[in-house]
């Protein structure tokens, strides 16, 4: 049998790039650009919170917000919806924001869950299933409705779209094979997934229209195979280089005390789980044998391991999770990351506004030295930041100084992220950073923060005990406290 044709199924009559140039991934839009304040993806935004909010937050969050704009302009975001999630109220809301997202230049794709319509179709046609480990082995015979099904979901997917006035579009850009015989079990038509057809997806991404895969791929030989949409998600987005995928599941948020964590594992006040880094949802899966989410969590940690930065675990059936989590950094969900490191980087010249923005607080109330732009200019090399998303959260320096020294200054963070573990990290990097340098001992000069760096294995010494250069200017009305830590 001949290979099938890659095929779609077209959501909208429009298959041009959408052009709204300010927003755009089109590259050289020649169309006039709208005034910023009046873009249809801003106002409403501006006028929501303008009620509630004093003048000062609402620059930060349309700051906030535009930052992220920027940041993620044109890259691909794959979003999984849970099957309960599309039969929920607030599925269409979903698919509103999603269409903003799309309009805001994010190139989008979405896999939608079927496995309560495929239940519901092959109950109705009275098939019945098996499952083994929770995967469904789906039969020659009930392979078709599976098929049936899945582009059912994936039709409502396409059509709330374009309710939105986004063009979508359903196609077949993954080949399947067969999951074969695995301990004795035939998973007959239940496939994995092989390969992904990225230069067509890509091709369908940048034309303009989001693109939706249902759940089933055929093999070389054109026969159907049913798949995990949460394995699609992954394969999918490590094919195309997407940037994130989000999972919208009928699943509360992570949090303790519902799971248990290692005691390392930073929570918010309220006890959620708001990061994970890919390391260590081994641990965590060993903690909460009987968890439901587990499956997720493990396949989230997976598709880290296959190369995506970030996967984003979201209670769909709240309003508005979609959003929260794209243009808030702490989000509403759980985030499964593949680096910690990768947030901590050298400071580049374009980071200075930033760490600046950190630091006036903690100038104004005298806990830290005032720094100008001209400071940091001179001194950039030696700072370094924790960036999320380009936003700035904290920074710190590492001075070196004579005879083996070096001075660590400006550990800051920003307030609304502190006690997250940042400013230890921070420390940490410093500490490895001074040991390439040859740079043994190090030593902080601080008025109110000694018990902090206490904790962090410094130790209390006196400004005889500093390097001749720091000696000499050091500012005896400050009266700073000195501690200096061995990193050997
Ligand atoms: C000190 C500072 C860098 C800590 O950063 P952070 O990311 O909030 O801290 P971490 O999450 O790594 O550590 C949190 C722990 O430190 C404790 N901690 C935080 N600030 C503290 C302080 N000023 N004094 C004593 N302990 C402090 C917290 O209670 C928490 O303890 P726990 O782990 O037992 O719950 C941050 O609070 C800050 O920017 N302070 C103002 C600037 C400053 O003083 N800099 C030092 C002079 S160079």
Redesign the pocket.
Known sequence: MPRPEPAVFGGSIRHKPISIPLFSFEKGAQTATRPLLTHPFIFPTLKTVMANRNIREQVDLIREVFTYIERFKGSIFVIKIANDIIDHPCFLQHTGDLALLHKAGIRTVIVPGARRRIDEVLERFGAASQFVNGTRISDPAAIDLVKMAAFDVAHRVMTALSSHKTPAVIGNWVRARSRGVVDGVDFQRTGFIDKVDAPTLTQTLNQGSVAIFPCVGHNETGQPFNLSSDEMAGAVAAACGAQKIFHLEALPVLKVPEWQVPESL?VLEDGRIFRINSGTVSDILALNPKQPGRELLSCAAESCRGGIERVHILDGRCSGVLLQEVFSNLGVGTMIFADDYEYIRPMETSDIPGVLE?IAP?AEKG??IPRSREDLEQHRKDYWVYAMDSVIH?C?ALHPREKGWAE????????R???????????SRLSEEALQLGIQQVF??????????L??GFKEASPADLPPDKLAVYNTKRNSRVLVKQLS
Do not use: E, H, M, P
């Open positions: 930073k950190v903690l806990i830290l904290g710190a660590i200054a400006a550990v800051a963070v920003d307030a992220y502190a006690q997250l573990g940042i400013g230890a990290r921070l420390l902080v000069l601080t008025t109110r923060t000694a018990d902090w760096f904790s962090q």
